[in-house]
């Protein structure tokens, strides 16, 4: 089946430096990537819809300064949360759709936690 | 983004029983779902989906129904095991709209041997 890796699983970094979060689609080309925000005891918040070889869609409210999102090959995108602070720490988890109109099944990877101290 | 809720926030169920986790949607346009199982620190795992085209679909142990006319799912866990304890999302998409899902509140199910 679909497979979606992300890395690092967990990175902890100080206040102020920027993190590289990477998603990949192991054995299937995604066209568009998605990724999450998701706080403890909470649901996941879509933050942008990556789009191989253009801008990513920011949804409301989602600081697209803050959070860059490059999707450079139809396997990996990247989100870089610029100078982080304490708040930004959290567990970023993207996803994939496999499959051309009409699948609709996102694979999500297993996520990454984010500290910053 | 389309609002999707949960009614119970936490679920505890005997092992070997039947559980249902209840979601409830908003917009009456979405046209695909689905239920995703989270367990602690991992990433969310497809379930089960459902078209709008459809109110029940059956997979192994587990049931998705869904009430157009109510704007509810379910999902149904059959003879639940310790291994089915993790948190239960809901997921509606709008098809015409674009490939965002949009995830409800999640309910936390334990399964207590």
């Known amino acids: 089946g679909a497979v979606v890796s992300q890395h690092p699983s967990w990175v902890i970094c100080k206040s102020g430096t920027s993190v590289k979060i990477e998603c990949r689609s192991l054995d299937f080309q995604a066209t568009t990537m998605f990724w999450y925000r998701q706080f403890p005891k909470q649901s996941l918040m879509l933050m942008a819809t990556?789009?191989?070889?253009?801008?990513?869609?920011?949804e409301q409210g989602v600081e697209k300064d803050k959070f860059l999102i490059n999707h450079a090959s139809l396997t990996l995108s990247t989100l870089t949360v610029t100078s982080a602070h304490p708040e930004d720490s959290s567990f970023y988890i993207c996803?994939?759709?496999?499959?051309?109109?009409?699948?609709?099944?996102?694979?999500f990877g297993a996520g990454s936690r984010l500290t910053v101290l | 983004g389309e609002s999707v809720g949960l009614h119970l926030p936490t679920l505890s169920v005997q092992e070997g029983d039947n559980s249902i986790i209840n979601c409830a949607y908003s917009n009456s346009a979405s046209d695909y779902f689905i239920w995703y199982k989270q367990e602690s620190g991992k990433g969310p795992q497809f379930i089960i989906d459902?078209?709008?085209?459809?109110d029940k679909r059956q997979g192994q142990r587990v049931t998705v129904l869904l009430n157009k006319t109510v704007k509810h799912l379910s999902l149904q866990i059959a003879a639940t095991q310790p291994g089915d304890s993790a948190v239960y999302f809901c997921?509606?998409?709008?098809?015409?709209?674009?490939?965002?899902?949009?995830f409800g509140t999640g309910t936390s199910l334990t399964v207590i041997p």
């Open positions: 997921a509606e998409n709008t098809g015409n709209t674009g490939n965002q899902f949009y």
């Open positions: 459902i078209r709008s085209n459809m």
């Open positions: 996803s994939a759709r496999e499959g051309g109109a009409g699948a609709n099944v996102l694979t």
């Open positions: 990556s789009n191989e070889g253009s801008k990513a869609t920011y």
